[in-house]
């Protein structure tokens, strides 16, 4: 299990971490405040605060091709 801080501010870089985390078969979650929600949920996104940094969970021990995928979303 991994926890980094994304940011998805635009209704594109949703859709693209979307279908990011969709081409792998683990488990994400998405935690803003109280609210979790499973980070493959399109619908589910748009019910957070995407002004700010968001925590993604990543389920999975080996995790160097999915960070690599989530590159363009990652807080710096």
Not at 11 to 36: C, P, Q, W, Y
């Amino acid at each position: 299990m991994h926890t980094v801080q994304i940011n998805l501010n635009s209704i594109d870089k949703v859709k693209a971490f979307v279908h990011s985390v969709n081409t792998f078969n683990t488990e994400f979650d998405l935690m803003s405040g109280r609210s979790v929600i499973d980070a493959k949920s399109i619908m589910g996104i748009f019910s957070l605060d995407l002004s700010k940094p968001i925590s993604l969970t990543i389920y999975n021990d080996d995790d160097a091709e999915i960070m690599e995928s989530l590159k363009p979303f990652l807080v710096q």
